[in-house]
DNA sequence: GCCGTTCAGAGGTCCGACCACTAGGATACA
DNA sequence: TGTATCCTAGTGGTCGGACCTCTGAACGGC
């Protein structure tokens, strides 16, 4: 998409994306110092920052002020909250939000089951075994839960659906982490998720994607219950700025 | 996710994301010329323009040399071309690219069956009409190709799924523009998304999703074998890093 | 009325200085 | 000896102010 020559920005992106392409740069490789690349491109160290912004951007670097910049790692995902700001643009509503990421999960789970290996089943199975450990523990299940749906999400095959997945995801986490959920919620959680795992792991496509399906509108319902007895009103372009905030710190 | 305060960038990024969700900045509207905002908002231009550059970076604004800055206008997008960066770093294969496609498109289309109104199923009916006229002329055909499905994702009434499916096609185009399709498969595709158009006029959710389906599943395989077939592909800029690059580019 | 020229205003690039953060070594203390 | 503190080199962050390039529209000759 992007032209090169001419805009030093590209021109920074395009040769960090070729030292990427040849293996020169590796996820968690740090490049060299801003001043030093910049004498080596022969361009300023401002367009040289405002190349490795960009790419910051999307989410390909991270840049950690006093110690380097680095090739991102983890878990691929498209532009840090970039979702959270469209949403704003373009007021998302948080049930849209939520059924993207139905339709999302339910595919990456069927396809899990078809595809998903050995080690896959058994991270999932240890996360769940850790769920049901931490029912007393809202924070520490939630980093279970998060990984459970990770492993899944590798366990499809598919990276791009995965970046995607990661995407909705982190946009979700903020409100999400506020439903402090009780603890006999969360215990009917764990045993939704064992049902998941027994399905993927005995490699029922359609099982996995029917209880992981149960299981994302059942998560949607009790947070929608938390936020406020009062069920989401689609205005879809209602002026009432209050709803506008609403669906966009989703 | 980002932190305020401190961060000059953050600062930029608050500012006039909070300028959009109060309506003050709406799609299409030009903001203030750097220099001067960057006074009112009492940081230096540099860093006005990091934060301008992350925003852009993430397709949120619109930046055009010696005219101005706007806000995004059009389809939402997540990220410009991020995820052929994201591909390149995590070395996504093509027939996942496909597949992720042919998954959202399929569900926006069964969407759309279900909430689609009037004036989508017009539009859908032109675009078939047009897609029959141009029949003889690839690159008219692929402008109303990508219009239909662009109808269907706003008929589906989730602009989040859409905004997914506009990031993964925007990744296919390039990649799609090369291939010189003859008339004959054009009409085909053009009976196919009649037959899309047909479905989801008369609310035929399942019809749609796997009418859907299946063009897609044709649209990969006719393109899987342009590619080889034609041994030669243009190498872009000399390398012949070949393999490599075709994971990457898709 | 048409078309090339001019020009103001907007973003793009550069420089060089200085600030702020981080990690790890050097030092002081118990 | 062990631990806590301080110091410092290295790296990203911010600044401002000069200059370049591009775009669009007003201007003026034909």
Redesign the pocket.
């Known amino acids: 998409m992007p032209k090169s020559d001419t805009?030093?920005?590209m021109r920074v992106v395009n040769h960090i994306r070729t030292m990427i392409e040849t293996g020169e740069l590796q996820p968690g490789d740090r490049i060299p110092?801003?001043?030093e690349f910049a004498r080596k491109l022969r361009?300023?160290?401002?367009?040289l920052?405002?190349g490795i912004g960009y790419l910051a951007a999307m989410g390909v670097m991270d840049?950690?002020?006093?110690?380097?910049?680095f090739v991102a790692d983890g878990p691929p995902e498209l532009g840090k909250s970039s979702l959270s700001l469209l949403g704003a643009l373009h007021g998302f509503q948080s049930w849209q939000m939520f059924e993207a990421r139905r339709i999302l999960e339910s595919e990456l789970a069927a396809l899990a089951a078809e595809r998903g290996r050995e080690q896959h089943f058994a991270s999932l199975s240890e996360e769940v075994a850790e769920m049901y450990a931490t029912v007393g523990n809202p924070m520490e299940y939630l980093i279970h839960d998060v990984r459970f749906h990770r492993v899944i999400a590798q366990a499809s095959g598919n990276p791009i659906l995965a970046a995607l997945m990661e995407t909705i995801t982190s946009a979700l986490y903020d409100e999400r982490r506020k439903t402090a959920e009780r603890s006999r919620d969360l215990k009917e959680s764990a045993d939704l998720h064992r049902e998941i795992y027994r399905a993927i792991r005995s490699r029922n496509a359609a099982e996995a994607r029917a209880v992981m399906e149960r299981h994302l509108t059942m998560a949607q319902s009790a947070q929608d219950l938390e936020l406020a007895g009062a069920p989401a009103p689609l205005s879809e372009n209602g002026k009432p700025r209050k709803a506008r905030r609403k669906a966009v710190d989703v």
């Open positions: 805009h030093m920005t110092p801003e001043r361009i300023s160290r401002a367009s920052r405002t840049v950690r002020h006093g110690v380097g910049t």
